[in-house]
Nanobody, 124 residues
Framework: EVQLQASGGGLVQPGGSLVLSCAAS????????IGWFRQAPGKEREGVSC????????YYVDSVKGRFIISRDSAKKTVYLRMDNLKPEDTAAYYC?????????????????WGKGTQVTVSS
């Protein structure tokens, strides 16, 4: 059974940091690009970051460049999203899923699965 379990969200003050984790199981981890999507209340889900199976050339949406870093650990079958200098506009439910990306965009692709998200709230 395919699973992508996101965790690590929470309440943080503006300027703070969080690290999200995405634990994968039920498929060959290294064969898929995996990324993070987020959805704020009243807004469409957007792609935040995507990293290839080899870990190279990740994609970031412009609004998080320089603040977020995506990484993956094949031994642990886990993808991470380190988020620094968080802003109130980063508040959203964050989901991990398989993805596809280029230099300029990313989209949901690969496995037809959305796991439960983890809530990130940035507020003073």
């Amino acid at each position: 059974e395919v699973q992508l379990q996101a965790s690590g969200g929470g309440l943080v003050q503006p300027g703070g940091s969080l690290v999200l984790s995405c634990a994968a199981s039920g498929f060959t981890f290294d064969d898929y690009s995996i990324g993070w999507f987020r959805q704020a209340p009243g807004k469409e889900r957007e792609g935040v970051s995507c990293i290839s199976g080899t870990g190279g050339f990740p994609y970031y949406v412009d609004s998080v460049k320089g603040r977020f870093i995506i990484s993956r650990d094949s031994a642990k079958k886990t993808v991470y999203l380190r988020m620094d200098n968080l802003k109130p506009e980063d508040t959203a439910a964050y989901y991990c899923a398989t993805c596809r990306h280029s230099r300029t965009n990313m989209r949901k692709s690969g496995l037809d699965y959305w796991g439960k998200g983890t809530q990130v709230t940035v507020s003073s």
